[in-house]
């Protein structure tokens, strides 16, 4: 891990850029640090740090401020800064191309869109582990949430280190995925816009009965894809902290 930049922001956190390799992500700290701290991991959505820095910093500042918590992003395969990925750009492409026609999204292009990136993202998040974990300043234990729920459903099932889970539904899910989510038993707290325009309310719900955990709890609102309360976030800090300790 090296890093690239680090900025002293004016409630008390560190924000650090970092590469792992072609990987660039960010790091924030509390300024002080008493004890190694335990670890959030916010996943992004496909869309560039850049773009998303602000939604990102926010929850982690929050969590930095108010919990004592360190967070960490990076940015996933073919988004960003990072190299074109062309199988990636086609299987958007072809997922456009069927929701103008109004035409079906096939399981086809489902899993084209979908299980490369979590093939490509799963084994980065667990470099990334490796690396935060080496650092003095965090301890764990450690918290994934939010980004491409399928990603996160491999994760939580790869990676023993994840101890608790916030998922973001709203994304395709390949039936791989839903079979692998019933191996999934951290406890786990999922997050649904009820009028989500891009999302098969129904896909999400059997992902959500699929989930192994013995204790997971659904957190529906109405509204669409971009209207989540802010309450959600605070509710999501607390579900954490009762497993971070």
Excluded: C
Excluded at 41 to 62: C, D, N, T, V
Aim: proline share 8%.
């Amino acid at each position: 891990m090296q890093f690239t930049s680090e900025q002293h922001l004016d409630d008390g956190v560190i924000e650090r850029e970092f590469t792992l390799g072609e990987i660039p992500g960010i790091l924030w700290t509390p300024s002080s640090v008493s004890a190694p701290t335990p670890l959030i991991l916010i996943s992004p959505p496909p869309l560039g740090l850049r773009k998303m820095h602000p939604r990102l910093a926010g929850r982690a500042r929050h969590y930095a401020t108010k919990y004592g918590w360190a967070a960490a992003t990076i940015e996933l395969p073919g988004s960003g800064d990072r190299p074109r990925w062309a199988a990636a750009e086609q299987a958007r492409a072809d997922l456009r191309r069927a929701m103008e026609a109004g035409e079906p999204v096939t399981d086809e292009i489902i899993d084209a869109l979908v299980l490369p990136l979590v093939e490509k993202s799963v084994p980065e998040w667990r470099t990334a582990l490796d690396a935060l974990l080496s650092l003095p300043e965090i301890g764990g234990p450690v918290a994934y949430e939010g980004g491409v729920i399928s990603i996160g459903v491999r994760l939580a099932v790869v990676e023993p280190r994840i101890a608790v889970a916030g998922f973001y539904a709203g994304s395709f899910i390949p039936a791989a995925i839903l079979e692998e989510a019933r191996q999934v038993t951290v406890p786990l707290r999922v997050l649904l816009q009820w009028d989500d325009e891009g999302n098969d309310r129904q896909a999400a719900l059997d992902l959500f009965d699929a989930f192994g955990s013995k204790e997971k709890s659904l957190h529906a609102n109405l509204g669409g894809h971009a209207g989540v309360p802010r309450s959600e976030m605070e509710d999501g800090a607390r579900f954490f902290a009762r497993h971070l300790k």
